[in-house]
């Protein structure tokens, strides 16, 4: 949420101004690589930082984590150039539209490097749509309210686990939170937990 007239150089924002922000750093590890980043080109970046990760880890033969948060479908709203305007949504359907095809790319990436039988791709995200931004903020359809709420609408989310030759692709009524991501995967990758309390569940049966 940096100021617009420094990560929207060529476009208007899609949202408030936050003039009394910090000017956007892009960082790797400790070292600011751009500053400020026009958040158009942002996701672009991300993908092709993300899509290196995995092939470097291909051709090593070596495990990988790969965490991958997207600024999208968050205020304020933005695509790339070539997402500009594709949508029957506005900028809002944009975004969504970058979001899809990002991890579109990265599905067909780790299939591409005969990865996929044996990655674990979980997606969610984190609650639901803003309330206060009305249609600039999502939609959580027939659900009731939104983002910071515990009705439906407010902490039930898009998601899904992919991992082809273990799970047959479905859907299901079973309740699942994002604090089971860390008990499942540890349980399926052999990691020790015993020194952890942890409020999720190991998932990995189901």
């Known amino acids: 949420m940096c100021p617009c007239y420094v990560c929207f150089p060529d476009k208007p924002c899609y949202d408030m101004c936050w003039s009394g922000h910090v000017s956007c750093p892009l960082y790797i590890n400790t070292t600011i690589m751009e500053q400020p980043t026009p958040l158009p080109s942002l996701a672009g970046k991300l993908l092709s930082k993300a899509t290196q990760f995995l092939e470097s880890n291909a051709r090593d033969g070596t495990s990988f984590f790969l965490y991958m948060p997207f600024m999208h479908v968050h205020h304020p709203q933005f695509s790339s150039a070539e997402i500009d305007e594709e ?19 990265i599905l067909q990436t780790l299939d591409a490097l005969d990865l996929a039988d044996n990655t674990v791709v979980w997606f969610l995200s984190d609650n639901g749509p803003s309330l206060l931004r009305r249609e600039r903020g999502g939609c959580a359809g027939a659900l009731r309210c939104g983002k910071g709420t515990t009705w439906e609408g407010g902490v039930r989310v898009p998601a899904f686990v992919r991992w082809p030759g273990h799970i047959v692709p479905s859907r299901t009524n079973e309740l699942l939170s994002s604090l089971e991501v860390l008990p499942t995967i540890a349980a399926l990758t052999g990691a020790d937990t015993s020194g952890l309390k942890l409020d999720g569940f190991d998932a990995s049966d189901f």
């Not at 969504?96 to 790319?105: A, G, K, Q, V, Y």
């Open 87 to 105: 949508s029957a949504r506005g900028i809002f359907g944009d975004a969504l539209l970058e979001l899809d095809h990002s991890i579109d790319t």
